[in-house]
């Protein structure tokens, strides 16, 4: 069985730049759910992606972006950087169904630093 | 907004001892399921144990055992028999406005001293 993997696990942008990252879920996983978790700080939802659509968003501004594809992989855009964007991006994927424990897979996160 | 509280910023315990981390929260939310998470350093978080919110029963998984008090909106995880490998970052999920959209405590540093 296939974990959650991210990429890139570092990456180091300046502000006002475009960030792509990505996700691949694990295998019988069909939601992905994207969390932002500053230095010291508790995992903050940006939003999930159930069936290729937005599927609950947190507090968070529309450049913040995401996608989910066919084999429920998922990408999370960040347009316009800010410093405060920096900080570790966890992807979680998870089961939705009639078997759902409501249990979250999480990958190791991408560390996003903005100069 | 909801709101989860881990009060003990940091904690310490000697190893074989035993040591509980508190949690409270303020969401009305009284389905679903209740969750506890441990970050190593190595970042990757992974489920410790898991509380059906409607079971009055408190879950136990091996040496982690939890104190549901639904009235008191309290979610308290107790560590027997500490480990090293336990030292880790601990973050608390209560039940949330959709399934799995959890909501995350400021986390509780657990170091184990040996």
């Known amino acids: 069985e296939t974990g959650v993997t991210q990429s890139p696990t570092h990456l180091i942008k300046t502000r006002g730049q475009q960030v792509t990252l990505r996700c691949s879920s694990q295998?019988?996983?069909?939601?992905v759910s994207w969390y932002q978790q500053a230095l010291g700080q508790g995992p903050q939802f940006i939003f999930q992606?159930?069936?290729?659509?937005?599927?609950g968003r947190g507090n968070f501004p529309p450049r913040f972006s995401g996608l989910q594809f066919p084999n429920y992989s998922s990408e999370l855009n960040v347009n316009a950087l800010e410093l405060d964007d920096s900080a570790l991006y966890l992807c979680?994927?998870?089961?939705?169904?009639?078997?759902?424990?409501?249990?979250?897979?999480f990958g190791e996160g991408s560390r996003l630093t903005v100069l | 907004a909801q709101t989860v509280t881990q009060s003990q910023p940091e904690m310490s315990v000697q190893e074989a001892e035993t040591v509980t981390l508190s949690c409270t929260y303020d969401?009305?939310?009284?389905?679903?399921?209740l969750f506890w998470y441990k970050q190593p350093p190595s970042r990757q978080m992974i489920l410790v144990i898991r509380?059906?919110?409607?079971?009055?029963q408190n879950a136990t998984e091996n040496r982690f055992s939890v104190n549901f008090q639904k009235a008191a909106k309290s979610f308290s995880l107790k560590i027997s028999d500490s480990q090293l490998g336990d030292a880790a970052m601990y973050f608390c999920?209560?039940?949330?406005?959709?399934?799995?959209?959890?909501?995350f405590g400021q986390g509780t540093r657990l170091t184990i001293n040996p």
């Open positions: 979680a994927s998870s089961y939705t169904g009639l078997a759902n424990t409501g249990e979250l897979f």
């Open positions: 295998s019988g996983h069909n939601t």
């Open positions: 992606y159930y069936r290729e659509e937005e599927n």
């Open positions: 969401t009305s939310e009284s389905d679903y399921y």
């Open positions: 509380q059906e919110a409607y079971k009055q």
């Open positions: 999920a209560p039940p949330s406005k959709g399934a799995q959209k959890l909501v």
